[in-house]
């Protein structure tokens, strides 16, 4: 099974984005999220982000997935 991961936008270039994962800062695409910003939340697959989300969904996911491990 394959999970997307939430991570904060920090800043974007175009259609790339750095973002923080808990502290960890990757370079994501945001091809299918043109318009996310800086601030935004964005759930995380294979370096592309899928959907803006909302800051308590991302909140919400890192705590069941840090439950998991």
């Known amino acids: 099974m394959c999970h997307a991961v939430p991570g904060k936008i920090i800043s974007t270039n175009g259609l790339t984005a750095r973002v923080s994962f808990n502290g960890a800062i990757k370079n994501v695409n945001l091809i299918f999220c043109p318009r996310a910003k800086e601030g ?6 294979v370096g592309i982000a ?3 989300i909302n800051e308590d969904e991302a909140n ?3 705590a069941l997935l840090t439950q998991a491990s």
């Open 50 to 52: 899928q959907a803006v």
């Open 40 to 45: 935004d939340y964005v759930s995380v697959h």
């Open 60 to 62: 919400e996911v890192l």
